[in-house]
């Protein structure tokens, strides 16, 4: 796999390359962050061994369809804009289709607004995958044979929420080919944002062995973000990469 973390200022692409990752997460979270990018003057042309992908802003309210449009439809536009300018060839979105909160109506035009994206971000050679909320496997399913350049973002902290079980499991038999990135961070579960606590890997409740073994044994060998703060990027990256090595170690003498 290849490891990385949050890109949030222009010094921290120093940072991530002499840790030795391989990519950095730029957080393009609003109009004024995308302007600042694109005056730093980064680029996305640091060789074979580091490259930079991005994550875009939040949604906003969830079952306003004026929103989607006039607001949250034009910002995903501008970010992928920036992503083009930078060079930046995968981008990762919101957009909450939760059956349980999200009005069916609502789902059906944020299926078309992802189809409309997914071929605006085709036209600037920006890849669009989707970000798992607290969403089941069967809301995912349903856009993604919808819209099927579609690729998904497993969030494996947001799957323990809003759950009994870590939802990943179920993502990951239904939708593993869709899979596109991977963002891991650890928490105790609950059932809002509040409990969304991004943790280093290890310090909560979800089963990384368990989901990280799914994955290899699903084929899923792409990138991955450590959604942490800095000084628990190197941990976390530890913990996951001995439950990688030792799941590819074992299926190699199955």
């Known amino acids: ?14 940072f991530l390359r002499d840790l030795g990752l391989g990519l950095g997460e730029v957080v393009l ?11 730093s003057g980064v680029r996305n042309r640091f ?25 949250y439809m034009p910002a995903l536009e501008d970010t992928i804009r920036t992503c083009e300018t930078m060079g930046i060839h995968f981008l990762t979105i919101h957009l909450w289709l939760d059956s349980r909160f999200v009005r069916p109506e609502v789902r059906k035009q944020k299926t078309a607004a992802l189809w409309d994206i997914v071929a605006f971000g085709r036209s600037r050679q ?25 690729c998904i973002t497993l ?32 928490n105790h579960g609950g059932n809002g944002v509040r409990d969304d606590l991004h943790l280093p890997v290890g310090q909560g409740v979800i089963d990384f062995p368990r989901i990280l073994e799914a994955l290899v044994r699903k084929g899923y060998d792409g990138t991955l973000t450590f959604e942490v703060e800095k000084e628990h990027v190197v ?20």
């Open 47 to 71: 060789g074979p061994r580091f490259f930079l992908i991005a994550h875009g802003p939040k949604e906003g309210p969830p079952n306003d369809l004026s929103n989607l449009w006039d607001r």
């Open 155 to 186: 969030d494996v902290g947001h799957a323990q929420l809003l759950t009994e079980v870590n939802t990943s499991f179920e993502i990951i038999r239904q939708l593993g080919e869709s899979i596109g990135h991977l963002h891991l961070h650890d």
């Open 235 to 254: 941990p976390s990256w530890d913990k996951v990469r001995r439950i990688v090595e030792g799941v590819i170690y074992t299926g190699s003498r199955e």
């Open 126 to 150: 920006v890849k669009v995958s989707l970000e798992n909320l607290s969403e089941q496997a069967q809301d995912l399913a349903i856009v993604v044979d919808a819209v099927p350049e579609l």
């Open 29 to 39: 979270k609003d109009a004024g962050t995308c302007n600042s990018w694109l005056q």
């Open 1 to 14: 796999m290849i490891y990385g973390a949050h890109v949030k200022a222009v010094e921290d692409i120093a």
